[in-house]
């Protein structure tokens, strides 16, 4: 299992970011998929979490109406859409599938996201 997460990058408080996550090493389509988010000294901690068919989206109250998860089962990639940016935002993000699963125990690289004016 491969998961490789871009898209980070310093923005100013109320820009906008798009993460972008290709998976590769397992049948992504049949996957439910989440964006996931560490600041140092904390534990991950999951943002927004998508279906395997995009069905249903859920997003913790704090970035809910800015964020916006979505999936390309063709391309093999997870999105987040991430507008209105807050101080608060600043974390390294990751994806992952259900952390139950044992092809997801191992984290990626994730991209860091930098809010700041």
């Not at 996957?31 to 995009?54: F, Y």
């Not at 093999?76 to 935002?89: A, P």
Request: aromatic share 10%; hydrophobic share 35%.
């Amino acid at each position: 299992v491969q998961l490789v997460e871009s898209g980070g990058a310093l923005a100013q408080p109320g820009g906008s970011l798009r993460l972008s996550c290709v998976a590769s090493g397992f049948t992504f389509s049949t996957h439910d998929m989440r964006w996931c988010r560490q600041v140092p000294g904390k534990e991950h901690e999951l943002v927004a979490s998508i279906t395997s068919t995009s069905s249903r989206a859920n997003y913790i109250a704090s970035v809910k109406g800015r964020f916006t998860i979505s999936r390309d089962n063709d391309k093999n990639t997870l999105y987040l859409q991430m507008d209105d940016l807050k101080v608060e935002d600043t974390a390294i993000y990751y994806c992952s599938g259900p952390r139950y699963l044992p092809i997801f125990a191992t984290w990626g690289q994730g991209t860091q996201v930098t809010v700041s004016a």
